[in-house]
């Protein structure tokens, strides 16, 4: 008798910690002003090769105008081609790469890519709806790059290639590292008057 109150305690202890656990990855309470990014939760969201950060978020910080994410590439790798209906900045912390971005936004699919190569101390801006694309073409080491972005959270639409139409894009929303907070509704108080 006494083994089963032990560990009924135990499993209620276990439940409520996932839950605090849980709720203080998607609430504003208890989050620090200042934090360590190595303590902050990273994850590759089921991208081999990929690891992303959110240092600063709609979602999981009350951030209203941007958030900020910490996005390492290890070579080899890198993102879907994609569009969002915001503004996007990289700053390149260390590695090499390419971005390949569309030519031309206003015909029916995204078309050949322009190329650029980014690097080390290097910084780029995404037109808002502009498809892009980053890749790690370095042979030994990450990319890693800082990210800003406008108007979170962010809905991606996803293409299969460069000639899929913009009507056929998948829409991706909440994205990955928002959808824990999302789907359990727990974002920020509305602070507008």
């Known amino acids: 008798m006494r083994e089963a109150m032990i560990i009924t305690y135990i ?33 590759n969201y089921g991208r ?10 709609s979602l999981l910080h009350g951030m209203k105008e941007i958030e900020v994410w910490l996005q390492t590439f290890a070579p080899g790798t890198h993102t879907p081609i994609h569009r969002h209906s915001c503004e996007e900045v990289f700053v390149v912390l260390r590695g090499s790469g390419t971005l390949h ?3 031309n936004t206003h015909t029916k699919f995204p078309g050949e890519p322009l190329v650029y190569p980014i690097f080390t101390n290097s910084t780029f801006h995404v037109p808002v709806n502009d498809a892009h694309q980053i890749l790690n073409t370095g042979e030994h080491e990450d990319l890693q790059v800082l990210v800003i972005i406008s108007r979170p959270p962010v809905k991606v639409f996803m293409y299969a290639d460069w000639y899929m ?27 507008e008057l």
């Open 11 to 43: 499993l209620a202890t276990i439940c409520i910690l996932s839950v605090t656990v849980h709720a203080s990855q998607c609430s504003m309470n208890g989050i620090p002003l200042v934090r360590n990014i190595s303590e902050l939760p990273q994850d």
């Open 48 to 57: 081999p090769g990929f690891l992303h950060t959110t240092l600063a978020g």
């Open 101 to 103: 971005i569309a030519s």
């Open 165 to 191: 139409p913009h009507t056929a894009a998948q829409l991706k929303f909440p994205y990955y590292w928002d959808e824990k907070c999302y789907k359990n509704n727990e974002t920020p108080e509305n602070d």
